[in-house]
C-alpha cells in the first residue's frame, strides 16, 4: 500500500453529517424560494396588461374588449424608435368575443 494514499475523513472529505444535511436542504430551499420570488416580480413588472374595449359598427357598436399584453422593454424601445414596426413583439388577445372580423351581420 502507497504510504501516500490515506483512508478515511483525514484526507481531506469529511463525512456526512446531520448538519451538512441540514444546511444543504436550507440552501436549496432558499435558492428555490428566490428564483420563485424573481419569477413573480418579473411577470408583475415586465409585462403589462391592458383591456380596451371597441366597439363593433357592423353589429350595432357592441363593445369588443381586447385584452393586450405589452412587455415593457419593447415599449421602451418602440417609444424610442428602435423597433421596426412592421416586427413588433405587442401580442392582443381577443376575450369573449368571436371573430369580429368576419363578415356575418
Not at 357592441?62 to 401580442?91: L, W, Y
Amino acid at each position: 500500500m502507497d504510504s501516500k494514499v490515506s483512508r478515511g475523513w483525514k484526507s481531506g472529505l469529511r463525512p456526512i453529517t446531520a448538519t451538512g444535511v441540514r444546511r444543504g436542504i436550507a440552501v436549496l430551499l432558499s435558492a428555490g424560494a428566490i428564483a420563485t420570488a424573481a419569477y413573480f416580480t418579473a411577470s408583475t413588472w415586465a409585462i403589462r396588461h391592458d383591456t380596451i374595449t371597441f366597439y363593433d359598427a357592423s353589429r350595432d357598436n357592441r363593445p369588443v374588449a381586447v385584452d393586450i399584453a405589452v412587455r415593457r422593454d419593447k415599449e421602451m424601445q418602440a417609444k424610442a424608435g428602435m423597433i421596426n414596426r412592421s416586427r413588433s413583439s405587442i401580442t392582443a388577445i381577443p376575450s369573449r368575443t368571436p371573430n369580429i372580423l368576419s363578415s356575418q351581420t
